[in-house]
T-cell receptor
């Protein structure tokens, strides 16, 4: 089954404790992206990757890091989480290109930073 | 002004009704347009792409008006299962520059 998986699905952590949210896709997509979703603000892009070892900032990259060592995996790293990073996070993947293509989203990771 | 704006709703409509949502975008260079559906904080899923000539998929019709910079989604014969949040998505131009609207919530009532 074609899918995007994220782990963990739920996480409660404390300020400053480094964490990683994993994302993996089995569709051989070159393009992957991370979003956060907050009430009233919609989905906002954090980082995206056009291929292995190629990443770039989205609209809200501060406080986040990513890496793309393999095509299927695109982890999101919070080196020092803060309460304002409490949010619902989605990973997505799609075929590359500048046109319109369907994005496939993971099930989401609900993060709470206290 | 937000790049992509939607009426947040909620739109409460009876079963069988026809309902329409609009979405406006500010960047005239925007190239691609989509409607996604999101159920209760689950992952968004593509409902349909929006083409310049307009397109229809069953009970759903999407329209694009480039002159006025808006896209619309029409749902005919609403079903209870249509209850969800509908996200307008715009490719703002350039590689990977995608903006999501904040969504319009639809509640179909028996």
């Amino acid at each position: 089954e074609a899918q995007v998986t994220q782990n963990p699905r739920y996480l409660i952590t404390v300020t400053g404790k480094k964490l990683t949210v994993t994302c993996s896709q089995n569709m051989n997509h070159e393009y992957m992206s991370w979003y956060r979703q907050d009430p009233g603000l919609g989905l906002r892009q954090i980082y995206y990757s056009m291929n292995v070892e190629v990443t770039d900032k989205g609209d809200v990259p501060e406080g986040y890091k990513v890496s793309r060592k393999e095509k299927r995996n695109f982890p999101l790293i919070l080196e020092s989480p803060s309460p304002n990073q409490t949010s619902l996070y989605f990973c997505a993947s799609r075929v590359p290109g500048t046109g319109g293509y369907e994005q496939y989203f993971g099930p989401g990771t609900r993060l709470t930073v206290t | 002004r937000k790049e992509v704006e939607q009426d947040p709703g909620p739109f409460n409509v009876p079963e069988g009704a026809t309902v329409a949502f609009n979405c406006t975008y500010s960047n005239s260079a925007s190239q691609s347009f989509f409607w996604y559906r999101q159920d209760c904080r689950k992952e968004p899923k593509l409902l349909m792409s929006v083409y310049s000539s307009g397109n229809e998929d069953g009970r759903f019709t999407a329209q694009l008006n480039r002159a006025s910079q808006y896209i619309s989604l029409l749902i005919r014969d609403s079903k209870l299962s249509d209850s969800a949040t509908y996200l307008c998505v715009v490719n703002r131009g350039g590689y990977q520059k995608v903006t999501f609207g904040t969504g319009t919530k639809l509640q179909v009532i028996p």
